[in-house]
């Protein structure tokens, strides 16, 4: 197997890593209730997903 050339920087390693780092979810305001979701996803209050009913949601 190859071997590296020259020793990799902390700085180079890190950069690398850094990239990696997790993002909050995107969150959409649904238009009839008003509530934040995330997007491209069913409303999990109301079971409502492109004004449609798509899950019984028991209240």
Not at 35 to 42: E, G, P, Q, S, T
């Amino acid at each position: 197997m190859g071997q590296p050339k020259r020793k990799q920087s902390k700085q180079r390693s890190r950069k690398r890593r850094g990239a990696n780092v997790f993002s909050e979810p995107q969150l959409a305001k649904d238009t009839a209730t008003g509530d934040f979701m995330r997007a491209h996803h069913v409303n999990p209050k109301t079971g409502i997903y492109r004004g449609r009913q798509v899950i019984d949601v028991a209240d």
